[in-house]
């Protein structure tokens, strides 16, 4: 199985980038931001929950979030070649939750694979896409707290797949075509 996870901080463009990939490898795609603005969409109690949290540009916490991924991981994940995470994980709690629910399928992750962009482009990136997607999270101050975030808690995820060897890190600087053919050399060194 290729399990892939897709890193990287806000606006660095995972979910663009997970949907050409679950396309062209026949990957399960797995967002938890966008499993968690689906129950928000449908005012469930963890949409309210989850919204309390994204509002403010903070994280859902970590037992609300492996909760899902247990939930999901495994309905239907047997009929595709593997697993693309986009999103997840985010801590490095999630990072160890992730590695036991594979660990207990006698899997494991493939690749981490980091898209590094600086955060002025992240910002305009952001700022543009707050015009068209009504996203509670994509303001101004809520935009700068999730890179303080994702400097002081996803960054050392990303280190913990760095000292197991399975850490790539790919330009997400160019259009969404160049970023993909640097993501897809990746995925083919693993397969
Ligand atoms: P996510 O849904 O994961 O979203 P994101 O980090 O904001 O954006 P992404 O990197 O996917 O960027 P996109 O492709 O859209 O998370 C949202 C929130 O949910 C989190 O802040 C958190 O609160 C919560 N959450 C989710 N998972 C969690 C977890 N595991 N634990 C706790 N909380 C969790 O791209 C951004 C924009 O750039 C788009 O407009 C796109 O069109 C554009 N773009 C993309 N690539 C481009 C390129 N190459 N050039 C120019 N523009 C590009």
Redesign the pocket.
Known sequence: MLNIILF???????????TMIVEKYNLKHL????I??LEIKNETELGLL?ES??SK??????DV?IDILLQTIDNDSKSYKGIIL??????LV?AEALEEMLKARNEDVSVLIE?QVDEDLLLK??L??SEV?GRS?DNLVTIHK?FEIYRSQSLPACDYYKKLNKYVAVD?????D??FNRVSAVIDSHI
């Open positions: 990287g901080p806000p606006g660095s463009g995972k979910g663009t980038q997970s967002s938890t931001g966008d968690l603005r989850a949290y994204i540009g903070k994280l859902v916490p970590d979030i986009d999103g997840f994980p985010r801590t999630q898209i990136r952001l543009a896409r997607s999270d999730r997400g600087v160019g259009t969404v160049e970023v």
